[in-house]
C-alpha cells in the first residue's frame, strides 16, 4: 500500500515501524546489524566483531530475526545470518555514516536508548 507523502500513516504502519526502530534502538543489536549489512557472519564471527559474549549475541539476532530484519540459512554445521530488510541496511548506513562519535553533541549522547 502506497501512502501518499501528504497523509498521515496508518497506526499500524506506524507501529511496525516504531518496532524497527525500537529493534533498533540496542547499541549491540545496530552494531550486529551494521556488520551483517557489510557481509554474512555466523554468530562466533559476529561476536568477536561486535566484542559480545557469544549467548547475548545469539539472543540480540533471535529478536532480529524475529523482527524480520535478519535471516540466516544453513552452510552443514554453521548457521549464517543476513539482513533480510534492504531498506534496514539502507537506512542504518546513511543514518551511520552521515554521523559519528564526535559529532553528537555531548548533551545528546546517550538519550533514548
Known amino acids: ?52 559474549a557469544l549467548p547475548a549475541v545469539s539472543q540480540h539476532l533471535a529478536k532480529l530475526k524475529l523482527a524480520g530484519l535478519v535471516k540466516s540459512r544453513r552452510e552443514g554445521r554453521r548457521v549464517v545470518y543476513l539482513v533480510d530488510d534492504s531498506d534496514v541496511v539502507e537506512t542504518v548506513r546513511l543514518l551511520i555514516g552521515r554521523r559519528n562519535v564526535h559529532s553528537i553533541p555531548e548533551s545528546a549522547r546517550g538519550l533514548g536508548a
Open 1 to 52: 500500500m502506497a501512502i501518499d507523502a501528504f497523509d498521515d500513516p496508518p497506526a499500524e504502519v506506524l507501529t511496525e515501524v516504531a518496532g524497527v526502530f525500537a529493534m533498533l534502538a540496542s547499541h549491540q543489536r545496530l552494531h550486529i546489524v551494521w556488520a551483517l549489512a557489510q557481509s554474512e557472519c555466523d554468530v562466533t564471527g559476529l561476536a568477536d566483531r561486535v566484542g559480545g
